[in-house]
């Protein structure tokens, strides 16, 4: 492909934004849940939604499980499409449960190996 396209002039891969803080590495916690491929979500959903603000009884591991349990009903009860999910949950944000949605792409990783990202919706 190089000498058709010419040489890669910037590349920026996964493992660059998860050492970048871009993306947050949840696998080990999906793992837990049964996912078989590697999992991250965004900063602006790590932010947004998974950290707890000062809400008592709210925890990052509590909101992580949230949020990653409401994906995997979506994907084995919902419509797809493609590669895409959107899901929605409820989310403890400022002692307010408010209705969130978010959407997971499931593609290649760096080296082709299928990973999934959860994002806003408004994200790429």
Do not use: N
């Amino acid at each position: 492909m190089e000498s058709f396209f010419g040489p890669v002039i910037v590349a920026y891969t996964r493992a660059d934004a998860l050492r970048d803080g871009v993306l947050v590495d949840v696998t080990e916690t999906a793992r837990e849940m049964g996912y078989r491929v590697p999992v991250a979500v965004t900063r602006a959903v790590w932010v947004g939604v998974v950290e707890p603000d000062d809400t008592p009884g709210q925890s990052v591991e509590g909101r992580l499980w949230d949020v990653l349990w409401m994906l995997h009903y979506a994907i084995r009860t919902g419509p797809r499409a493609g590669s895409l999910v959107r899901y929605q949950l409820y989310a403890t944000i400022d002692g307010v449960s408010r209705l969130v949605t978010l959407k997971a792409v499931i593609g290649p990783g760096d080296e082709g190996e299928p990973v999934i990202t959860i994002m806003e919706p408004d994200e790429d």
